[in-house]
């Protein structure tokens, strides 16, 4: 008997192909064109063997490219001819461990058809809190190591009843090799501690609506929530949580009740009910039952859909908008263990929601908002974090520790880079300890050893004191802050030549020890030159100064407007304004080129607030204020050399303050005024360097209006324009731009 020539092939296939339905789907496939061999798991991705005629092949690796599952992500496909036993069927494998690289899917909000089933009294997971399949559920959140399989994940302590093994094993079932699998019988349980119901779900929302405080457990840690639309329930939570005025995130029903109080663009709606399920900053259409203490002085508000199986069901009993906040200690890391939330929470929360599916590692919630049809992040974790980020140049094993303020790292080899969830504030000591446990975590994981470690220049900072221990084992780095914005910039969009990049954020140690913060640079990858700044200006009193924009005003001032400083003097005790006047006659002062700081002078100057309780309030404030004004009025400014001049800025605000112009309009004609400068030092440097691609990046950027003005200015201008796409354009991007300093060139 003749038979076609029999050929085998070896797939390796790279990406994120593991816990989404990778396997099922080849097994699908292959068995289907009648190939046989294997698919398995590696610590590198998918591996597969396939023996069959050349035809079968190469439909079988069309397929594979086109109708792959959809939270996969091909990266490659290896392709091998070998020489292998002659194969009966094609099998699933077990699991093989090798060196090299690895893929963790993000955690990933409940599906349709798992919805559909909970919903149907038939299904045999009818009500079920825990409901998965391997399209959605927790992934990160659960993996205790690689590769990912039951025994590797929280889920090790539930032993899978007859049915769910069946389901488990079975490669046509919706739940094959789905590593969270559980029912009823077996899985996780959830309760309210200390009460006993017949309905867990209904007496949540009994709670929440007699305006009861709770921790509830999510899927990468506690939130804190209750009824948005009473005033008792929200300010208790900002007296006990010591938040007199920080935005609170709200989770709401469904689109429509997110549609009755804000507005909601296609683009939008598409992010809220995406499988990521970020918070999304909403323009407020009319929030007058919900308590305006929410987000006081705030024109958005964060908004979610539920992502959870048992957020689903608790929405069955609740039919108002509910406060949904990370459930920390004033700025430390989000608690995540019952033990944990029990001793940590019990003066703020009345009662506890708890679980016993473990939470390995703590994940945020991600903030994005959509501006002039762009994504931008504001918080890159829930969702997204730990997918890999594709970088346009090769860097050698290394670990890039970014910021102290919203801190992520990133760990990265060759072209790919691992950030970190959102870790937060390094200057407190218990999200220390989580930064430290999380690398390690990484490290573990993603098989990546560092052998640079990138740190800031800053050498205050308390990443330089861990860069300090270990500079005997690896070789470390450093970087300059708003570099490192710039270079994070153009690795997010990978683009590796010439631009004229704009840094504008708050507050970043500079190369000549000053505090930089709104600088323009000329270069590329290989190397940034600094070619403009706001001209320096004194500020008095370092971190409280920050914290009272009126004192930055007084330094300025003082400085160089001394017959302006009465104007406002009125507004502060008199020991104050004399205490801040002396320390800038004796020079006991910092110089700052920062465009926050600039934003906080403009504010002090407009007593729009006294003392701020959040990172950028005041800056916040001004941009609100100025949104409620359009004029198109520039202040005069100019730019000498590298000096980009405010000078006459400030004396112009004085001019119209005396005309009686209201603070509306001059903080719209502030913004106005940095769109313009922005505009014209990109000209004037177009003209001396010849490029043509602006980039920006910093916090300041995240100011919609400002955001929205400059998009609007360049539309008619010879200019490519980079933002910032897959991390923020704050400090929580910081890391990725750091890794150019591990460039495997260098
Ligand atoms: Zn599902
Ligand atoms: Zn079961
Ligand atoms: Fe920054």
Redesign the pocket.
């Known amino acids: 008997m003749y038979s076609v020539k029999i050929r085998s092939i070896k797939l390796k296939i790279r990406g994120r192909v593991q816990g989404v339905g990778f396997r099922p789907f080849v097994y699908r496939i292959a068995t289907q064109l009648d190939l046989k061999g294997y698919v398995l798991n590696s610590s590198k991705g998918v591996e597969i063997l396939l023996q069959g005629d050349k035809e079968s092949i190469s439909k079988f690796i069309s397929q594979l490219k086109h109708n792959a599952p959809p939270l996969s992500v091909i990266d490659r496909i290896e392709e091998e001819e070998i020489e292998d036993i002659e194969y009966k069927d094609f099998s699933i494998k077990k699991s093989k461990k090798e060196e090299g690289f690895v893929f963790i899917s993000p955690d990933?909000a409940?599906?349709?058809?798992?919805?559909r089933?909970m919903r149907d009294p038939k299904d045999r997971r009818y009500r079920y809190p825990f409901?998965?399949?391997?399209?959605?559920?927790p992934r990160y959140t659960i993996i205790e190591d690689i590769p990912y399989d039951r025994p590797k994940t929280t889920m090790k302590k539930f032993k899978m009843c007859e049915e769910c093994e069946r389901e488990y094993n079975d490669p046509l079932s919706?739940r094959f090799h789905?590593q969270p699998i559980s029912c009823h019988d077996c899985g996780p349980s959830i309760w309210i501690e200390g009460i006993k119901t017949e309905d867990i779900f209904k007496s949540i929302g009994e709670l929440l609506k007699n305006g009861k405080i709770l921790a509830i457990k999510g899927l990468g840690g506690f939130h804190i929530a209750c009824d948005a639309t009473n005033k008792e329930a929200i300010s208790n939570l900002r007296e006990r949580k010591m938040r007199p005025h920080k935005p609170f995130a709200l989770m709401m029903k469904d689109i429509d009740m997110v549609k009755k109080y804000c507005f909601v663009s296609e683009d939008e709606e598409k992010l809220l009910t995406s499988p990521q399920c970020p918070i999304v900053l909403l323009k407020i259409r009319d929030i007058k039952d919900i308590q305006e203490n929410i987000a006081p002085g705030y024109k958005y508000l964060g908004v979610m859909l539920p992502y959870t199986p048992y957020h689903y069901l608790m929405f069955d009993y609740i039919d108002f908008p509910i406060v949904m906040t990370s459930a920390n200690i004033s700025d430390e890391p989000i608690i995540k263990d019952n033990e944990e939330a029990k001793k940590g929470l019990k003066n703020i929360v009345d009662f506890f929601v708890l679980h016993d599916r473990d939470i390995r590692h703590r994940v945020d919630d991600s903030v994005v908002f959509i501006q002039d049809g762009m994504m931008q992040f504001i918080r890159r974790s829930r969702g997204y974090a730990p997918d890999p980020i594709k970088l346009p140049i090769s860097v050698r094993p290394s670990l890039a520790l970014g910021p102290e303020l919203k801190n992520t790292f990133a760990l990265a080899k060759e072209n790919i880079a691992f950030l970190s969830p959102h870790i937060g504030d390094l200057k407190n000591i218990e999200t220390l300890s989580v930064f430290e446990e999380t690398i390690n975590e990484y490290i573990k994981l993603f098989k990546i050893e560092p052998l640079i470690i990138v740190q800031d220049m800053h050498p205050a900072y308390i990443t330089s004191q861990i860069a300090d221990k270990l500079k005997n084992y690896v070789e470390v780095k450093e970087i300059q802050h708003h570099k490192a914005h710039i270079f994070s910039l153009m690795l997010d969009n990978g683009y590796k030549d010439d631009l004229i990049g704009f840094a504008f954020d708050g507050t970043g140690y500079g190369e000549d020890g000053n505090i930089w913060g709104g600088e323009v640079f000329v270069g590329n990858i290989d190397g940034l030159e600094r070619v403009m700044h706001f001209d320096y200006f004194p500020i008095a009193g370092g971190d409280s100064a920050i914290q009272h924009p009126g004192r930055i005003a007084i330094s300025y001032l003082h400085r160089f407007f001394p017959e302006y400083t009465k104007k406002i003097e009125h507004r502060f005790k008199p020991f104050e304004v004399e205490l801040i006047k002396k320390m800038v006659d004796s020079g006991k002062v910092f110089h700052t080129s920062s465009l926050g700081r600039i934003f906080d002078l403009v504010s002090g100057i407009l007593g729009i607030i006294d003392k701020i309780t959040y990172e950028a309030q005041s800056a916040i404030y001004l941009e609100m204020i100025a949104m409620e004004d359009d004029n198109n009025d520039v202040y005069p400014f100019s730019i000498e050399g590298e000096k980009i001049k405010i000078d006459t800025i400030v004396e112009a605000i004085f001019h119209d303050i005396d005309k009686g112009k209201d603070r509306a309009y001059i903080a719209r004609k502030f913004h106005n005024t940095i769109v313009k400068i922005i505009i014209s030092a990109s000209l004037k440097l177009r003209e001396e360097v010849g490029i043509n691609t602006v980039g920006f990046s910093g916090g300041v950027f995240q100011n919609r209006l400002l955001l929205h003005l400059l998009l609007d200015a360049l539309k008619d201008m010879p200019f490519d324009v980079l933002l910032h796409k897959h991390v923020p354009s704050n400090d929580g991007g910081i890391s990725l731009g750091q890794l150019v300093m591990a460039k495997s060139d260098l």
């Open positions: 990933i409940v599906c349709e058809d798992c919805l089933e409901i998965n399949c391997t399209n959605c559920g919706r789905a």
